[in-house]
């Protein structure tokens, strides 16, 4: 994947709290979606509750985010400091060469489309910022650490990442990784935003798990949305009307589908856990993923990524 040289890059829709090291616990309580939205076996979220209030639940894979109770509230929270983004992320010919800024654009790219085609929906757009840090994080669903993988946290309406993430992939999951993988990660959660504000998230059954589950139907869901995204990402226009993103390759789409199939629950659990478990399934197989991404990578169309109503899920 290339980026136009001559894109602006937005950074204010990243909030870079790398440099305050790690945030205090505090929030409000939630649900946050998608355990890292490709559900990371081996690591657990950190989950700081209430001694008294108790709660719990679990995505069903060991490092995914469960329903999360009462969460204790801290006094500090980690400072955003975005001075460094700002110096170096200044079109797309940064992205091209720095790691940072290639995921601001990505970013940029996909609020940029998701604020123009929301509204067809039926919703209006909100922004959400995302968040980079580093070890661990508190967020309005609870304190996370960065075992678990980017995430969306419907209540505060932020996704957050540690970046050593996309080296995980590589590392522990044997994914090629590469600019384009790093942007369908990311579609993957801000396809969960979009979820939020057209109330989807808020209607489903979180709590159950199984190859039908909701949960699954959510993440092939958000995996669709991404896809729709990529679709359009060579024509979404930066902020002085360059279009962020100047090609994406067939080799490109190739390793998300990569990347797809060694998410899959089956997966994961067959060669990072003890054996596959499809009662315990939350996200979908590896199949079920990489025909979600290809629907709306090939449709465009977001109507064409109800997997609720589909009769059958791949």
Known sequence: MQYNDDAQLDTSVVQDVRSSGRGLPGGVGGLAVG???????????????????????????????????????????????????????KTGKDANSNSDCAIVADIDSIESYWSSET?????????????????????????????????????????????????????????????????????????????????????????????????????LQADCFAGVWANHATTVPSANGKPLIASITSADVAAALDTAGRIGDDWIQSHLGSGANPSSYTHGTSTQRKKWFSTGYSGGDPAGCDTFSASSLG
């Open 119 to 219: 509204p067809t929906l039926g919703a209006g757009y909100a922004g959400s910022p995302t968040v980079f840090f580093r070890g661990q994080i508190s967020t309005g669903c609870g304190a996370a650490d960065a075992g678990v993988g980017p995430f969306y946290c419907p209540a505060d309406k932020k996704v957050y990442i540690d970046l050593s993430f996309f080296d995980e992939l590589k590392t522990k999951f044997g994914a090629e990784g590469g600019a384009f993988v790093n942007a369908y990660v990311l579609a993957h959660e801000y396809g969960h935003h979009v979820q939020d504000l057209l109330g989807i998230e808020s209607k489903i059954d979180h709590q159950t798990t199984g190859p039908k589950s909701d949960s699954v139907k959510l993440e």
């Open 35 to 89: 355990g890292g939205g490709i559900g990371i076996v081996g690591v657990i979220i950190v989950v700081l509750l209430n001694v008294l209030g108790g709660g719990g639940g679990s995505s069903g894979l060991p490092g995914g985010i469960g329903g999360l109770g009462d969460v204790g509230v801290g006094t500090n929270t980690a400072s955003v400091n975005n001075s460094q983004l700002q110096q170096s992320c």
